[in-house]
């Protein structure tokens, strides 16, 4: 029966490669068809988070060690959302240097940069742990915050410990984000030059993955 199996493989290699194909390309297309309201920003990679729904787009400049990046997370209008580089461990928020999103005093979105100090954290205004070359800028648009953030990498290192969350707001003030769960699972070890990363804390088991169909 095999002469007769070699027509059927030559008719299925083609409908199998086509398939793949178009995987390759729908995951290249959700990367460059994100929108970004803002400006005319377009990101040369991006990657699904792995929770909280949420998704980072970055484009890595060798030649003076930054990133320009979108963090872009869905959120209730009463709430708020943050993404930062831990310089000091991995799998930790405590450490974080981060930008939070939050409604903005005057409608649309404001953004602060803070280093959480606890798991209390003073959220307090100020300089992170590594260069922020240009200011920061966030949006709220389509139920989601975006924050769009430039960092000089810190060490020069393309590898960092990245860390987001999302939570709510009570009085109008940014509250406690939710203990369990996905809130507690939102940290990565990128290297934004390969987009290879690491999902887990230190203790945990260790999942690598590849980032290349995510490539736009
Ligand atoms: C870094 O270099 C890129 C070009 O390689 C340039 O577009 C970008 O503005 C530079 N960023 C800073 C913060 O100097
Ligand atoms: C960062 O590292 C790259 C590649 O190793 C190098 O070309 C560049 O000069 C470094 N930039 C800074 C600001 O140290
Ligand atoms: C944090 O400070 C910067 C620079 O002064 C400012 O532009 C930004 O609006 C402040 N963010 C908040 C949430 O107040």
Same mark, same amino acid.
């Given at each position: 029966? =095999?002469?007769?199996?070699?027509?059927?493989?030559?008719?299925?290699?083609?409908?199998? *490669?086509? *398939?793949?194909?178009?995987?390759?390309?729908?995951?290249?297309?959700?990367?460059?068809?994100?929108?970004?309201?803002?400006?005319?920003?377009?990101?040369?990679?991006?990657?699904?988070?792995?929770?909280?729904?949420?998704?980072?787009?970055?484009?890595?400049?060798?030649?003076?060690?930054?990133?320009?990046?979108?963090? %872009?997370? !869905?959120?209730?209008?009463? +709430?708020?959302?943050?993404?930062?580089?831990?310089?000091?461990?991995?799998?930790?928020?405590?450490?974080?240097?981060?930008?939070?999103?939050?409604?903005? =005093?005057?409608?649309?979105?404001?953004?602060?940069?803070?280093?959480?100090?606890?798991?209390?954290?003073?959220?307090?205004?100020?300089?992170?742990?590594?260069?922020? !070359?240009?200011? !920061?800028?966030?949006?709220? =648009? +389509?139920?989601?915050? #975006?924050?769009?953030?430039?960092?000089?990498?810190?060490?020069?290192?393309?590898?960092?410990?990245?860390?987001?969350?999302?939570? !709510?707001?009570?009085? +109008? %003030?940014?509250?406690?984000?939710?203990?369990?769960?996905?809130?507690?699972?939102? #940290? *990565? %070890?990128?290297?934004?030059?390969?987009? +290879?990363?690491?999902?887990? #804390?230190?203790?945990?088991?260790?999942? %690598?993955?590849?980032?290349?169909?995510?490539?736009?």
């Amino acid at each position: 029966m =095999a002469p007769r199996n070699h027509p059927v493989t030559v008719w299925l290699l083609p409908g199998a *490669m086509l *398939m793949l194909l178009s995987a390759a390309a729908a995951a290249a297309q959700g990367c460059a068809a994100a929108r970004f309201q803002a400006s005319a920003r377009s990101f040369q990679r991006c990657t699904a988070l792995p929770v909280l729904g949420a998704t980072l787009y970055w484009t890595y400049h060798p030649a003076n060690g930054t990133a320009d990046l979108a963090f %872009r997370a !869905p959120q209730g209008a009463g +709430g708020w959302v943050a993404w930062g580089i831990n310089t000091d461990r991995p799998g930790s928020m405590v450490g974080s240097s981060v930008f939070v999103a939050s409604p903005g =005093a005057g409608g649309g979105a404001a953004v602060l940069m803070t280093v959480l100090e606890s798991t209390s954290p003073s959220l307090t205004n100020g300089t992170l742990k590594f260069d922020v !070359p240009v200011a !920061p800028a966030a949006e709220y =648009a +389509g139920g989601a915050y #975006t924050i769009y953030v430039t960092v000089a990498l810190p060490g020069n290192n393309t590898v960092q410990n990245t860390v987001w969350q999302a939570g !709510p707001l009570s009085g +109008g %003030r940014i509250a406690a984000h939710p203990m369990s769960g996905p809130n507690l699972q939102s #940290t *990565m %070890r990128l290297d934004f030059l390969s987009g +290879g990363r690491s999902v887990g #804390t230190s203790n945990s088991v260790v999942h %690598r993955r590849n980032l290349r169909n995510f490539q736009g």
